[in-house]
């Protein structure tokens, strides 16, 4: 159904196929995006935790036990986990099937 003059027009969702006024073509509703960005969430905080994990065992291996330097392993457990998490969170946004 064609739009009055300045309304955006019902265009439908890239996946579900429900008719979205202001959507652009190809994009996601709410709710798809919604689901998309949970899936995504849950993908990243797997990845993060292995990667986590392994940079946790080569600090607690490798580094000598001094205090110092067993704090710089630390915050850099913390930082891998933090940056993994967001890189394979966006990702997963682009490479999860819609």
């Known amino acids: 159904m064609p739009s009055p003059g300045g ?12 008719r979205v006024p202001g959507l652009a073509w190809g994009e996601l509703c709410r709710e798809c995006r919604a689901e998309r960005t949970r899936r995504a969430a849950g993908v990243a905080r797997r990845v993060a935790l292995a990667a986590t994990t392994a940079v946790g065992l080569y ?12 704090v710089y392993g630390i915050v850099a457990i913390l930082a891998t986990y933090l940056l993994v998490r967001q890189i394979v969170h966006r990702v997963a946004m682009e490479l999860l099937p819609r």
């Open 7 to 18: 309304w955006a027009p019902e265009v439908p969702c890239a996946r579900c196929e429900r």
């Open 59 to 70: 600090v607690a291996l490798v580094t000598p036990p001094v205090p110092l330097i067993r």
